[in-house]
């Protein structure tokens, strides 16, 4: 492991002396300063670097795969000759490792949409202007970008086609569905997925999909016209895939009129000036599929990154994913029987109940839901099993421990009382729709009383409304249970 990720690095230092060679022959200066980048998605990494003299800044790339940048700079030497909205490539290394292209600025289209996305989709007319400006490039690059394009040049592939779509289906399947512990019938999953790929691969297409049109992958000129980035991925295909990853993009939010007004802007420009021969009912309805099955894609996106590699990020964006799903399911038609079906359980409004047990001396969990609200008991009214030899290297979920507790009876009490409480309050989230509700118990250590306390309300409240989720923590002890409903 060391030894691959030394090597690594070993590459990634040589790569920078070779772009700083590029940089030398195409400029005949050393670069004053050089600046690494942060965000590529790829293992493709990004520097700025300084002209000594003029102060001028270009873009270096430095990769690890010659297909993925030969990919980039053939489409941007195709689509800049084109008059398309593309940074320039200026200079490439003799093995296309590395390259240098046109420094587009710092300013992104998603950097520019910051008001709105922060507040909840409410976006003012500047961006609403934005937004429109980029959605009518969009053609452009699908449309002319595809004129006299030699598709093999693509990476990884040339075209959309069904291995494609399988692919990223079962991404879904393995990396997000799975893992929610949700049941589902494999076999006739599947058969939903063969016959979505298809659909989805059925006509012929003429035109370049971008694959990862979104905000991210937009930069703004100093006269804010929109100037696009990272297409390396794309490959002949649907325009409406395009459309999807851009306007159903989860964490934008965008409200529906603002979508449909985007919509039509597009369409338009599509009539206009490429011709179409759906009417705009029925590109509407031709899209759905495909908003379809990019949510899915980035849910599974979203699972791999959250769920496995536990980047807090991308588990804050599955939540959006899930309502732009349900919205589609309640919305449209899709003749995908078991898929729909798994779709309606998950993303059907669930209550959470987060049931902790903790030590005050460590201080009380805090609600990371963001809702807040619920309860934390105390439990050293109680009876307590630590003050005595036998049960100090023991928990509140060893027998010993139980039977000492439940024999001197106070806790039974003590939580009877927390019963009719939790129940009460939640039936009542239940009947308002509510999502999350949290309840600790503490003692001195977080070790006997809280531990047992909190495991007995977890158990109970599963056994009471099988169908909630219970999350349960013992947050001393380092465990964790989860109590999924049905």
Same mark, same amino acid.
């Given at each position: 492991m060391w030894q691959n990720f030394e090597s690594s690095r070993i590459i990634r230092m040589t790569m920078t002396k070779e772009l700083q060679t590029l940089y030398r022959q195409w400029s005949g200066n050393d670069a004053e300063k050089t600046e690494k980048l942060a965000g590529a998605g790829s293992n493709r990494a990004y520097y700025r670097l300084w002209h000594k003299d003029s102060g001028e800044t270009v873009i270096g790339c430095v990769g690890t795969s010659r297909e993925e940048n030969h990919a980039f700079i053939t489409l941007a030497r195709h689509f800049h000759e084109g008059g398309l909205p593309v940074p320039q490539v200026l200079a490439v290394s003799a093995d296309e490792m590395c390259y240098l292209q046109q420094d587009l600025g710092a300013r992104s289209l998603f950097d520019a949409l910051q008001q709105g996305r922060g507040s909840g989709g409410n976006y003012n007319e500047e961006e609403r202007r934005l937004l429109s400006d980029c959605i009518r490039q969009l053609p452009r690059i699908q449309y002319e970008g595809a004129? =006299?394009?030699? /598709?093999?040049?693509? *990476? !990884?592939? !040339?075209? /959309?086609?069904?291995?494609?779509? &399988? /692919?990223?289906?079962? *991404?879904?399947? *393995?990396? *997000?569905?799975?893992?929610? =512990?949700?049941? $589902?019938?494999?076999?006739?999953?599947?058969?939903? $997925?063969?016959? &979505?790929?298809?659909?989805?691969? =059925?006509k012929q297409w003429d035109t370049f999909m971008y694959r990862d049109f979104q905000a991210r992958n937009v930069m703004l000129t100093p006269e804010d016209r929109p100037v696009f980035i990272d297409f390396q991925g794309g490959r002949r295909g649907p325009v409406y895939y395009d459309l999807a990853s851009f306007l159903w993009q989860a964490s934008a939010r965008y409200p529906y009129t603002l979508r449909q007004e985007l919509l039509d802007i597009y369409y338009e420009e599509v009539a206009g000036k490429y011709g179409t021969k759906p009417s705009r009912e029925e590109f509407g309805r031709e899209l759905m599929p495909f908003v379809l099955f990019r949510l899915l894609q980035v849910l599974g996106a979203y699972g791999f990154r959250g769920y496995f590699e536990r980047k807090q990020h991308f588990i804050d964006s599955i939540p959006p994913a899930l309502d732009s799903l349900r919205q589609i399911i309640e919305t449209h038609d899709f003749p995908y029987p078991t898929l729909v079906d798994v779709i309606k359980r998950l993303t059907k409004k669930k209550l959470t109940v987060r049931v902790n047990s903790f030590s005050y001396k460590k201080g009380i969990p805090q609600d990371d839901s963001g809702h807040g609200g619920g309860y934390v008991f105390d439990c050293r009214g109680t009876n307590n099993p630590g003050r005595y030899e036998q049960y100090k290297k023991l928990t509140g979920l060893d027998q010993p421990v139980i039977k000492f507790l439940e024999d001197d009876g106070e806790i039974l009490s003590f939580l009877d009382s927390v019963y009719t409480l939790a129940d009460a309050h939640v039936r009542r989230y239940i009947e308002r729709g509510f999502t999350n509700l949290m309840f600790s118990f503490g003692c001195t250590g977080g070790q006997h009383r809280s531990v047992y306390s909190a495991q007995h309300l977890a158990e109970h409240l599963h056994q009471s409304f099988p169908e909630i989720d219970v999350l349960l923590c013992h947050r001393e002890q380092g465990i964790e249970q989860r109590f999924l409903g049905i």
């Open positions: 004129r =006299g394009l030699d /598709f093999s040049v693509c *990476y !990884p592939q !040339p075209e /959309f086609d069904r291995t494609n779509v &399988m /692919f990223d289906l079962n *991404y879904f399947k *393995y990396c *997000y569905l799975k893992a929610t =512990g949700i049941d $589902f019938h494999e076999l006739r999953l599947e058969e939903d $997925f063969r016959l &979505m790929a298809e659909n989805l691969t =059925g």
